[in-house]
């Protein structure tokens, strides 16, 4: 048994492949559900810069690729993709390599930003839903156990959180960086969830007074525009929002595009001269990549947001490096925590077939003196034979302890003709 993620991220695949495996919160119990169905239950971390499929592979074989197919013919029925058109994309990480990403995740180590605040709580969402579905359990629960810990504890030794940038405000300071002061700009804000929610917030925070939000749910969008004086307008007000906006922020939930190169062409057309900034948060996408090709339309979108972000990387690189460390021996703490664990089962049934053979000999002694040794002598034997044998099994007891894997284990059984499941609880 071993851990498994397959999945694909920000760097091995760009948004137009990552939005072909996204799911959002409500589709997670779905999925989940259909994942336990391929036999592999487990835990789907889904976020804008990355889609992960965590799971425990019991391989048939040595080097087999059972779970990992199993995972990847899950995608092809849950998401209708070919495997052909997304397998180049794909990582696949097993055992230590799987515990040790989980850990950068969660600490942020692996995000697009650098100790950006939002992965470990998705991860602890991700791992909430998958313990509601049933499918974490065992192992794979003290893995996401310990992964949030990790995270938690890499937040507060290190500075790699401090002053972090969010997705949300690095698609804000992406818009100073193209139209520089932004207090006079108006701003349409698609999308009334909790990015929505950052954006706004940072735009009122960076001086602009006027914000519209708009969400397909009107009442979240008015409370949302409560909250920060800005103004709410229904889904179908967006054609007109768009015509006095510079700058359009998309970060809905949405499966598909919520404002079309139609749309945006309509609405240039009656302000042909004034520039319009489009910057596409979501994952899948709200705004038509087509839109790009409309004069005056400036299209960005979350793969974009990458060199927003590289100032606070590199001030951040040592906090990063002290980061990594932690997060290495933590990863290393854990993997010989679960081989301890594995060989637990494998130790006790090797000492108790031990002392099953030490008691059965000893008593075979005993009988043989026929009472020629007295109640301290017969002590003092079974001391002596106890000895003997915890002194033999010391080096076996050690060698499958110290970071030992099922193949070890499975030739130690054998060598000691121990029962192919393992030792039997009493009844």
């Known amino acids: 048994m071993e851990f498994l993620v397959v999945g694909l991220n920000h760097r091995t695949a760009p948004v137009e492949v990552r939005e072909l495996l996204s799911l959002n919160k409500d589709q997670l119990p779905e999925a989940l559900g259909a994942m336990n169905g391929h036999g592999v239950a487990g835990v789907i971390l889904s976020t804008c810069n990355r889609s992960e499929f965590y799971t425990l592979d019991i391989p048939e074989d040595a080097g087999s690729e059972a779970g990992a197919d199993r995972v990847k013919q899950f995608l092809v029925e849950r998401f209708g993709i070919s495997l052909l058109d997304v397998d180049r994309y794909l990582y696949v990480y097993r055992g230590y390599d799987c515990i040790h990403h989980l850990f950068r995740v969660a600490s942020s180590l692996d995000s697009m930003i650098l100790g950006e605040e939002q992965i470990i709580g998705q991860v602890r969402d991700a791992y909430e839903a998958a313990t509601t579905a049933g499918t974490a359990q065992g192992p794979l629960a003290q893995l996401f156990q310990q992964a949030l810990r990790v995270g938690r504890r890499i937040r507060r030794e290190t500075g790699i959180s401090r002053n972090a940038l969010s997705v949300s405000r690095a698609c804000v300071e992406m818009a100073k960086s193209v139209l520089g002061d932004l207090t006079n700009r108006r701003v349409l804000v698609v999308g009334a969830g909790e990015a929505g929610e950052l954006a706004a917030e940072v735009l009122s925070l960076s001086g602009v007074t006027d914000i519209t939000v708009t969400n397909r749910t009107f009442h979240r969008a008015e409370e949302l525009a409560a909250s920060l004086s800005a103004q709410a307008i229904p889904f179908d007000g967006m054609p007109k929002a768009l015509r006095d906006s510079d700058i359009v922020i998309g970060c809905t939930g949405s499966p598909g595009y919520v404002l079309g190169a139609s ?100 008593h075979k002694t005993v009988r043989k003196l026929n009472g020629k040794l007295d109640e301290e002598a017969l002590e003092s034997l079974d001391a002596m034979t106890r000895a003997i044998v915890n002194k033999l099994l010391h080096d076996p007891t050690m060698f499958l302890k110290e970071r030992k894997g099922p193949e070890e284990l499975k030739v130690a059984r054998e060598i000691f003709r121990l029962s192919e499941e393992g030792p039997k609880s009493p009844d």
């Open 263 to 362: 749309l945006i062409g309509d609405a240039m057309a009656v302000r042909p001269d004034r520039p319009l900034l489009l910057i596409d948060i979501a994952v899948p996408r709200d705004i038509d990549p087509e839109a790009a090709l409309v004069k005056n339309v400036f299209l960005n979108d979350v793969d974009d947001l990458e060199s927003a972000t590289k100032a606070s990387r590199e001030k951040k690189a040592k906090e990063a490096e002290w980061a990594e460390e932690l997060v290495t021996d933590e990863a290393q703490q854990f993997r010989q925590w679960c081989l301890d664990l594995e060989a637990l089962p494998t130790v006790i049934e090797l000492r108790h077939r031990a002392d099953q053979v030490r008691t059965l000999e000893l």
